[in-house]
């Protein structure tokens, strides 16, 4: 297609590494649609007959037909998709399928298709990890009262609840949410149109060809449009983001499920077996959407690198700009999916979780806060007081709630028996009401608002 000035043709070495082929067939859907409305535009302008633009509209359609039966072919001669497209094009109508080509280039052409890939991307995973959030609020709803360890630096530290927890992550997903959606806010300006690099002196309407494709609007700069890939990392770097809260998650759920903890079982949809050993029940699911999170970086860091350096405008480079994005939103729809399904089966030992949450000394600064009110005893003081309670209690062997008034008393004798009302793991967490905090009240109010903002999103 580009070989009028040369007499000899490439290499084959020179055909294999110039190749897109093989990876942007994906872009087939986004190639057909941006020519479709590229060539009505030339129709309608007059740029093309109207008789010309039929015919390669309906010639268009019939490639994709194709391409949706027998998937794309890869000949490295015909390098990228738009090159496919079009040749297949011509076998269907002709020499007037050359006519489609006119004002445009493959530069805006491929700065189109992939912005209508990613901005679908963006969609899929903001709609996945909304139905992901849906699964975090059900669970959450029926452990809102189910008492766990809180952790700081991985040792019990206050007492918590399980939906509490998990509420967290509801959080999380959502800020990933936002930037989903804010990227894709940038995203959505046409650059069809923009040409090589320059723009074109055709007289072509590049507001029905965005308005066309769903865009807001046609990009500003010829040059940006065609050589700028920010809407990729934009992705790239909202979907690592998410990767690494899917990751923590996942990393939880692995260690939750290890025999020590025994927090969960995973349900046998989301669990492997040994080899050799047969009482091993692994949470490969898990460990793999935290692997993933690495491998998703690594797509954000190859694309940012490739991209570093290029002098305006388009380089060949940037064609290499499209594998990271397809294996990152591969990895990341499968973790969505995984990190769903095993929160919606997970089976919660909350017996397990309120033992733990009794038996590591939890509720010492519920000790140390009914000291500050109930004792009038400055908060340091009260810290000091309770870390020789902590440390009774340790040498005895039982747990704070356990320790007799005299024991306690032993330690600072304004403590009294009213004490013992906020000793309990139950008492420590109903206690802290404060916004955001882990009290099931709170909890509660939290997961409502949670499903009326589902709620809104639907309507
Ligand atoms: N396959 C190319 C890419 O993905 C399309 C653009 C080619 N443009 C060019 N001037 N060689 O980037």
């Not at 704070?400 to 309990?424: K, T």
Request: hydrophobic content about 45%; proline content about 4%.
């Amino acid at each position: 297609m580009w070989g009028g000035r040369f007499a000899e043709g490439p290499s084959a070495v020179m055909r294999e590494i110039n190749a897109s082929i093989p990876f942007d067939k994906r872009l087939w859907r986004q190639d057909i649609a941006g020519s479709k409305a590229h060539v009505a535009m030339l129709g309608a302008q007059g740029i093309v007959s109207a008789g010309d633009a039929d015919a390669i509209a309906q010639g268009l359609d019939r490639v994709a037909a194709d391409f949706e039966a027998q998937g794309v072919p890869v000949d490295y001669a015909l390098e990228d998709i738009h090159m496919v497209t079009e040749s297949r094009l011509a076998e269907k109508i002709g020499p007037s399928a050359g006519r489609l080509h006119t004002a445009r280039s493959r530069n805006d052409q491929v700065a189109t298709d992939f912005r209508l890939w990613v901005r679908d991307a963006l969609d899929e995973a903001d709609a996945a990890l909304g139905r992901f959030q849906d699964a975090l609020i059900v669970r959450a709803e029926e452990h809102a009262d189910s008492v766990m360890p809180g952790f700081t630096h991985l040792q019990s530290a206050q007492p918590v609840t399980l939906g509490h927890h998990l509420m967290a992550y509801y959080e999380m997903i959502g800020r990933d949410r936002s930037r989903l959606q804010d990227a894709r806010v940038r995203l959505n300006l046409c650059p069809l149109g923009s040409a090589a690099l320059a723009g074109t002196g055709f007289p072509i309407d590049r507001e029905a060809t965005a308005a066309a494709l769903g865009f807001d609007g046609p990009t500003r700069n010829s040059l940006d449009s065609v050589s700028d890939r920010d809407f990729a990392l934009d992705y790239l770097a909202a979907a690592a983001q998410c990767s690494l809260h899917l990751s923590r998650l996942a990393e939880e759920f692995v260690i939750w499920a290890s025999q020590p903890f025994g927090f969960v079982k995973l349900s046998d949809q989301w669990s492997t077996g040994s080899s050799i050993m047969p009482q091993k029940r692994n949470p490969d699911a898990a460990e793999l959407v935290r692997g993933h999170a690495g491998r998703i970086l690594g797509c954000l860091t190859s694309l940012m690198v490739t991209m570093k350096g290029l002098p305006l405008a388009y380089s060949k480079d940037m064609q290499d700009d499209k594998p990271p994005v397809f294996e990152a939103n591969d990895l990341l729809g499968l973790s969505i999916a995984a990190m769903t399904g095993m929160v919606e089966s997970a089976e919660f030992r909350t017996d397990q979780m309120r033992g733990l949450a009794e038996s590591g000394f939890a509720t010492a600064t519920d000790l140390a806060d009914w000291l500050v009110r109930e004792a009038n005893v400055p908060f340091r003081e009260a810290h000091h007081i309770t870390g020789r309670a902590v440390a009774r209690a340790e040498a005895d062997g039982v747990r704070l709630d356990q320790l007799p008034l005299e024991a306690l008393r032993a330690v600072d004798d304004r403590i009294d028996d009213r004490v013992y009302d906020v000793l309990s793991v139950d008492a420590s967490v109903a206690s802290r009401t404060s916004f955001g905090g882990t009290a099931p009240s709170r909890v509660r109010e939290a997961i409502e608002a949670a499903r009326s903002a589902r709620a809104e999103e639907r309507r």
